[in-house]
């Protein structure tokens, strides 16, 4: 069975920085792609950030671009999101995903989700 467990939410300042971690379990990652989600009180879950299987595709949602970075760790299970910059608009909930098949470009098709971990940016 699958499973995927972020961490590394929190509580941070605006203009702060958090790294987020997911750490996935259950089989072999190392030709998953693998991504980031978030997903804000009252409204829909919105695409971050993703990877491909060797961590030299990446891409990012235009609202997060030049201050979050996505990586695989050096064990194809893991991925990171370091978050710089934050806003107070980046506050949500924060979901890691991972697929065989998934593109990492829409349309997108992750079919494992981890439970998510907080993220809040006071102003």
């Known amino acids: 069975q699958v499973h995927l467990v972020e961490s590394g939410g929190g509580l941070v300042q605006a203009g702060g920085s958090l790294r987020l971690s997911c750490a996935a379990s259950g089989r072999t990652f190392a030709n998953y792609a693998m991504g980031w989600f978030r997903q804000a009180p009252g409204k829909e879950r919105e695409f971050v950030a993703a990877?491909?299987?060797?961590?030299?595709?990446?891409n990012y949602a235009d609202s997060v671009k030049g201050r979050f970075t996505i990586s695989r760790g050096n064990v194809k299970n893991t991925v990171y999101l370091q978050m710089n910059s934050l806003k107070p608009e980046d506050t949500a909930v924060y979901y890691c995903?991972?697929?065989?098949?998934?593109?990492?470009?829409?349309?997108?098709?992750?079919?494992?989700w981890g439970q998510g971990t907080q993220v809040t940016v006071s102003s």
């Open positions: 990877v491909n299987w060797s961590g030299r595709d990446t």
């Open positions: 995903a991972a697929d065989p098949t998934s593109s990492i470009y829409p349309p997108m098709d992750y079919n494992y």
